[in-house]
């Protein structure tokens, strides 16, 4: 039996990040987040037509559920709540303005 090695996430912003950082307003892309941190970036960006999926990896990443997490700095931190922010006020009808795309 072949054990495989897992896939190492990649640690460079894609494309498709760069997309949908430029779809959000300027007050909430999180640019220091995807400078410092571009594999979270890129699974942020991967999972933002997921509203659960994403919701539960934003959750992930602000609470520290083992109690042994350093956490992120006040920059990053006050970054990822603005887009929390964002993605809850603009959830309700989720009739999403042309620049931020269309939900499914």
């Given amino acids: 039996m072949v054990r495989r090695r897992r896939q190492q996430p990649i640690d460079e912003p894609l494309p498709p ?8 307003p300027r007050s909430v892309q999180p640019l220091r987040l995807l400078r410092r941190y571009p594999r979270i970036a890129n699974a942020m960006a991967a999972t933002w037509g997921e509203p659960d999926s994403f919701d539960a990896y934003l959750d992930d990443l602000l609470i520290d559920r083992r109690g042994n997490r350093q956490g992120f700095p006040k920059a990053i931190r006050l970054e990822l709540l603005a887009v929390r922010t964002f993605r809850a006020c603009a959830s309700p009808g989720l009739n999403w303005p042309e620049p931020y795309g269309k939900r499914r």
Avoid at 17 to 24: G, P, S
């Fill in 17 to 24: 990040t760069f997309k949908w950082i430029a779809r959000l």
